[in-house]
């Protein structure tokens, strides 16, 4: 499993980012797939995961970026966006993508894979 995730930056409050990350060593039409964040000294938190095409078709997101963040699949570019907008400060974290086979978009995100399956991660920071 490869991922590499782009898209990360310095961002005012209120601004909008589009985190890809594209894919390689697997069958992607066929996994979950989800973006994780990382605060120094905090647990991950399952920021948002979409299922298979080829599962339930099902997407979830933490209560704390519900209706800011929107999460979607190019099964032909291999590749998962988050599209964050409303940024906070709350929102400044590392972001990681990661998949799974997990039956659905909420076990993905609430029993992630193993962190050392994931990204590298992509640093986002929500400032004035």
């Known amino acids: 499993l490869q991922f590499v995730e782009s898209g990360g930056g310095l961002v005012q409050p209120g601004g909008s980012l589009r985190l890809s990350c594209t894919a390689s060593g697997f069958n992607f039409d066929y996994y979950d797939l989800g973006w994780f964040r990382k605060v120094p000294g905090k647990d991950h938190e399952g920021v948002s995961c979409i299922s298979s095409s080829h599962s339930d078709g099902s997407v979830y997101y933490a209560d704390s970026v519900k209706g800011r963040f929107t999460i979607s699949r190019d099964n032909a570019k291999n590749t998962v966006y988050l599209q964050m907008n409303s940024l906070k400060p709350e929102d400044t974290a590392v972001y990681y993508c990661?998949?799974?086979?997990?039956?659905?978009?909420?076990?993905?995100?609430?029993?992630?894979?193993?962190?050392?399956?994931w990204g590298q991660g992509t640093q986002v920071t929500v400032a004035s």
């Open positions: 990661a998949s799974s086979q997990s039956f659905t978009a909420q076990v993905m995100c609430i029993y992630p894979p193993p962190s050392d399956t």
